[in-house]
């Protein structure tokens, strides 16, 4: 990822597809030029919003992340009635929030539509000047989070402002070469979630073999 996206201050990326060699350099704008950040909201007190009632809609939460899998969240832990989610922010299936508070800088993906609270920014209006899946990517790198360390540097608590958000600056490549450079990276996450199956399916097979490999603790009797 290092490599495939240009080093700061720099135009052109260290690796790049023989097909995009010709290409031209990447543009520098701020994140302001390419994308609107719209805050999500909570209705208040929460405690009287929260259901476990069938009407109930999707209520994600930072704390929510834990369920995500290659920054895609298809699960939430609680749900907010219809009335509280008059007094949030709707997201749909496919959009993509990012965190200004606690894990700070991450962005995710949807795969649920739902309300969100103001610990997320859902980005919208990018769609002409980046690809999805390349954006998502581009957004969880190195490049993206030293720059939102360095813009919330001094801050006690660990979160952003939609203004250190829009300062940053993005690389912005043709189309073409960002669905290339996205394809690329999502074919590496699933064979990284592929392996990780694999390494739990065979540590759950050693403790398995270890429990009947190895005598069983006497069980004391009770006086």
């Known amino acids: 990822m290092q490599q495939l996206f240009p080093a700061e201050g720099e135009t052109v990326p260290k690796l790049r597809f023989p097909e995009f060699w010709d290409e031209e350099e990447w543009v520098l704008k701020e994140f302001s030029k390419y994308i609107v950040l719209y805050r999500g909201s909570s209705p208040r007190p929460i405690q009287n919003y929260l259901t476990i009632d069938s009407s109930g809609v999707n209520w994600i939460k930072i704390g929510d992340t834990k369920y995500a899998k290659n920054f895609i969240i298809s699960q939430v832990g609680e749900r907010i009635t ?130 009947q490999l190895f005598p069983q603790t006497p069980t004391e009797s009770t006086p």
């Open 82 to 211: 219809p009335e509280g989610a008059k007094k949030s922010r709707k997201v749909n299936v496919g959009e993509l929030i990012l965190a200004n508070s606690m894990s700070y800088g991450k962005t995710y993906q949807v795969a649920i539509a739902g309300y969100i609270y103001d610990g997320w920014f859902v980005l919208r209006d990018y769609e002409k000047h980046f690809d999805k899946q390349f954006l998502l990517q581009l957004l969880n790198s190195e490049y993206m989070q030293n720059q939102y360390e360095r813009f919330s540097a001094g801050g006690i608590v660990q979160n952003i402002s939609s203004d250190i958000v829009y300062k940053t600056v993005l690389p912005n490549a043709s189309l073409k070469e960002q669905q290339k450079i996205a394809d690329c990276l999502s074919s590496l996450d699933e064979l990284i979630t592929g392996q990780t199956q694999k390494l739990a399916t065979l540590k759950t097979h050693k403790k398995g073999l270890m429990q």
